[in-house]
Each structure stands twice: as structure tokens, then as C-alpha cells.
């Protein structure tokens, strides 16, 4: 069983464009991130939720939005997509609260966006 | 200034070497620390949680120093399996998993 799963792996679209990654862990953890990692393979927090809640919101474009259904899910909608958003995203999972030993994050495979 | 630094490297190394990764973090409030593993295209794994008092995991030792927010990774007798990029990773308090750019470990034979 897959621990942190997201989907799509692969996402080719064109600019202007509206996409969505989904993530979904089984792991019954209560914080939730979306990582990006650009060209130069630095791993930029974006969000983080915590039991649905929105704790972490970097300087993100508004164009980027989280979803929460509920706290085994967060999902990335990202509308007008432009060429710069084309990166690696990485959904993450850890428990909470933070204690010795807890803070392990469990990343899913990724979702590589190409935008044209 | 970055909240969490490393050097970039890359380190080229033959097998066997010793090699050792530096990290600082910025925000003094910080809670805990790990180094992470990345394999090109992968998702990072952890390697390890680093302790105030210093710990290793059989050739890898972690130490920090918190009055000089300093994390450092030694690596001893190195494989060509370790060839990865190695992510410094810093909790804050509102549980902000920060990650370093990353040092990258070439391991050649």
C-alpha cells in the first residue's frame, strides 16, 4: 500500500490553462504539505494543513489553491497556469503534534507539471 | 538570508572517503533537524534525525550545535550507493518542514 499517493505523475498542458494534483495519505497523519521543486532542484514549501486546516502559506501566487476535503486529502488547483510553474510538486505528510521522532515527513512520487 | 543553507557542492569523492555536509538555519526557534536523501527524479527519504547530543547510524554521524545553528553530516568509508543529493531539513515551531537547497555527493569509483 502506497503511504502518500498524488496523482497525476506526469502533467503536460498549455499555458492558461486550469489543472489539479491530488495527494492522499493512509497513514491517518494530521499535517499535510505541497512542496515545489524547481529546475534547480530546490524544495520550496508552498501550504501546509494541518487536520484541514491552512497553517503554512508561503508567498504563493493566488493562482495556486488547496483544498482539504478532509485531512487524507489535499488537493492543488492551480488556475492560468504559466511556463514558470512548470516544476517537480511534492505532497508530504507527517503527524502532529510535533514530538521526538514524529516529524518524519513521508513525501508521495511527485507530479511533474510541464507547462507549453 | 536563506532560513536554511547549505553548500551546493557537488563533492566528488572516490570510494572510501570521508566527506562531511555543513547546514545553518536561520530562525533560532527551531525545533528539530534531519538530513534527507534524494536520488535523481525521487521523491527525498529520510536518512536521519539529528539529536542534540550528537548520533550515528552505522557510517553516518549527525551532530548539532544549536548556539551556532549548525547541522552538520559526515559520511565515512563512502559507497557508490550514496551518491544522492543530501537535504538539510529544519522543523520550525509551527511545524514548517524548511529544507536546505540541497549538497549534492558524487562517489566515484
Known amino acids: 500500500d502506497t503511504a502518500v499517493s498524488q496523482t497525476p505523475k506526469y502533467l503536460v498542458t498549455q499555458m492558461g490553462n486550469d489543472k489539479s494534483i491530488k495527494c492522499e495519505q493512509n497513514l491517518g497523519h494530521d499535517t499535510m504539505y505541497w512542496y515545489k521543486q524547481d529546475s534547480k532542484k530546490f524544495l520550496k514549501i508552498m501550504f501546509s494543513y494541518n487536520n484541514k486546516e491552512l497553517i503554512i502559506n508561503e508567498t504563493v501566487p493566488n493562482r495556486f489553491s488547496p483544498k482539504s476535503p478532509d485531512k487524507a486529502h489535499l488537493n492543488l488547483h492551480i488556475n492560468s497556469l504559466e511556463l514558470g510553474d512548470s516544476a517537480v510538486y511534492f505532497c508530504a505528510s507527517s503527524q502532529d503534534p510535533p514530538a521526538r521522532g514524529n516529524e518524519k515527513l513521508f513525501f508521495g512520487s511527485g507530479t511533474q507539471l510541464s507547462v507549453l | 538570508r536563506k532560513e536554511v543553507e547549505q553548500d551546493p557542492g557537488p563533492f566528488n569523492v572516490p570510494e572510501g572517503a570521508t566527506v562531511a555536509f555543513n547546514c545553518t538555519y536561520s530562525n533560532s526557534a527551531s525545533q528539530s533537524f534531519f538530513w534527507y536523501r534524494q536520488d535523481c527524479r525521487k521523491e527525498p527519504k529520510l536518512l536521519m534525525s539529528v539529536y542534540s547530543s550528537g548520533n550515528e547510524d552505522g557510517r553516518f554521524t549527525a551532530q548539532l550545535n544549536r548556539a551556532s545553528q549548525y547541522i552538520s553530516l559526515l559520511i565515512r568509508d563512502s559507497k557508490l550507493s550514496d551518491s544522492a543529493t543530501y537535504l538539510c531539513?529544519?522543523?520550525?515551531?509551527?511545524?514548517?518542514?524548511?529544507f536546505g537547497a540541497g549538497t549534492r555527493l558524487t562517489v566515484k569509483p
Open positions: 531539513v529544519v522543523n520550525g515551531p509551527n511545524n514548517d518542514m524548511r
